[in-house]
């Protein structure tokens, strides 16, 4: 028990990791840039379902809140946060438990996957467009139209990559033994 529950801390970690590390792939738009970020938080949640992903994701955003530059634009601590952005961020820790909560209650397959992913996206835009309204202090038709409308279509690509990869590497996981799903922690 001990052993398996270690292994999923560092799968966790290296969650995290990767997280951070797609975070850094960044498009600039002129308010919110489209980054990797939200792509990683999919293939965590899809990888490592509810409550391992989610540990992972708060593992990332703890790392970012106390200044490490994991977050886009290799930027980190509490001014992001509280930032433009901060909303998306918070948004991802909730998007994991949803995305991963989905897959476990219905099945870890594509179909399925992009669902949770898709879900997960909304999850993310509104928790992002609501700090931004408040941030910005602009009515909720314009924080809309600049959170969320731009990244709606690079969402659903992302939410299919996501999905493909994240069940295609849970697979391998599984089938490899380094994923062990029906005794670990997370069945429990």
Known sequence: MRNERLKW???????????????????????????????????????????WGTVSILIYVLLGAVGLPVFSGASGGLQVLVGKTGGYIFGFIFTAYVTGLILEKTRFQFAWGLVANIVGMFVTLAFGAAQLKYVMDVPWNLAMAYGVTPFLVVGVVKAVLAAWIGIKVRERLISSRLLQVNSSPLSQ
């Open 9 to 51: 801390l560092m799968l966790s970690a290296i969650f995290a990791a990767l997280t951070a590390v797609l975070s850094q792939i960044t498009i600039p738009l002129p308010l919110i840039p489209i980054t990797g970020q939200t792509l990683a938080v999919g293939l965590t949640a899809t990888i490592l379902g509810s409550r």
